[in-house]
C-alpha cells in the first residue's frame, strides 16, 4: 500500500517579522498568479495568507510557510501551509470564532482566513505548536 | 524610518497610501495624521488606498482607529479608491469598517468632508456668468 505523497514545495518563506508578513503576500500574490487565479481569488487567498502570517509571528512566535500548487483534475490553485512551534491553541473552536482574540487583535484572522479559502485544516498542539492549511482554487 | 506623506488640502489632509504597510509605518502614519490635524485645524482627513491590492484586518484596523481618533479631534475620515476585489474580500473577511466613511473617489471624498461645513455665503452665480 501507498500513501499519496503530498507534492514538494516551489516555495518555503521564513515568518519572523513584519518585513516577512509583506514578503509572504508578494511570493503568494506570485504563485497565485502563476497557478492561473483570477483576481477576486488572488485578493482573497493574498489577504488570508496576510492573516496567517501575522497570527504565526503573533501568537506562534514565528515560523513558516511552505506552498503547494494544487492540481486536481477540477481543482487548480495553490495551497499554503503555515507551521510554528508556538504555545498552540488550547481551544480551536473558540479561537475560530469571530470576535474572538488572546492577542488584542480584532479577532477575525483564523475564521476570517476560513471563509476566503476553499480549504481549510487547523491543527494545534499545547506545547508543540500549530499547523494552519488552506488552498484557494478556481 | 520611512513615513506617508500627508498633504493638506484646504479644510482636510490626503494620505495616499501607495506601499504595503509595515507594521511601524501604519504607527507612524496614526502619530503624524492626528499631529497635523490638530495642527492645521482639519476637519477631514481623505485615505486613498486605490493602489492597495489587499486590505486585511490590520490594516482595517488602522482605518478604523485612524477614524476613531479622528473623529474625537472632530474630523470626519473618509476613504477612498478601493478596488472591487478588496471590496468583496474585506466583506467576506467580516470587516465592514463600521466607524469609516467610503467614497469611490478623492473628489467625492472632498465632497463629503465640505458637506460638514456650514453653507458658504453665495456671492453671485458663477455658473450661469
Not at chain 1, 483576481?39 to 512566535?61: C, F, H, M, P, W
Not at chain 1, 479561537?95 to 475564521?111: I, T, V
Not at chain 2, 502619530?31 to 490590520?58: C, M, P, Q, W, Y
Amino acid at each position: 500500500m501507498t500513501l499519496t505523497a503530498e507534492p514538494a514545495p516551489v516555495e518555503v518563506l521564513e515568518i519572523r517579522s513584519s518585513d516577512h508578513v509583506v514578503q509572504v503576500r508578494q511570493r503568494v500574490r506570485a504563485r497565485a498568479i502563476e497557478a492561473g487565479l483570477g483576481l477576486v481569488d488572488q485578493t482573497k487567498i493574498v489577504t488570508a495568507a496576510s492573516e496567517l502570517a501575522r497570527n504565526t509571528i503573533d501568537y506562534g512566535g514565528g515560523g513558516t510557510l511552505s506552498i503547494v500548487f494544487v492540481n486536481a483534475e477540477l481543482q487548480r490553485g495553490i495551497r499554503l501551509t503555515f507551521e510554528d512551534r508556538g504555545p498552540g491553541i488550547a481551544d480551536i473552536d473558540q479561537a475560530l470564532k469571530d470576535g474572538y482574540s488572546s492577542g488584542g487583535g480584532l479577532g477575525l484572522g483564523l475564521g476570517g482566513s476560513k471563509r476566503l479559502c476553499n480549504e481549510f485544516h487547523i491543527e494545534s498542539h499545547p506545547g508543540v505548536g500549530t499547523r494552519v492549511s488552506i488552498a484557494r482554487w478556481k | 524610518m520611512d513615513r506617508i506623506p500627508i498633504l493638506k488640502l484646504g479644510a482636510a489632509l490626503l494620505v495616499t497610501i501607495q506601499v504595503d504597510m509595515h507594521d511601524r509605518l501604519a504607527t507612524a502614519l496614526e502619530e503624524d495624521l492626528t499631529n497635523k490635524i490638530v495642527a492645521h485645524g482639519s476637519r477631514g482627513v481623505l485615505i486613498d488606498i486605490s493602489s492597495l491590492e489587499i486590505v486585511d484586518s490590520f490594516i482595517g484596523r488602522m482605518l478604523d482607529h485612524i477614524a476613531a481618533v479622528s473623529r474625537v479631534l472632530d474630523a470626519r475620515t473618509v476613504v477612498v479608491g478601493m478596488r472591487p476585489a478588496v471590496a468583496i474580500t474585506l466583506v467576506e473577511l467580516g470587516l465592514t469598517l463600521a466607524g469609516v466613511q467610503t467614497a469611490l473617489d478623492v473628489e467625492r471624498g472632498m465632497e463629503l468632508i465640505h458637506a460638514d461645513e456650514s453653507p458658504v455665503e453665495v456671492v453671485g452665480d458663477d455658473a450661469d456668468c
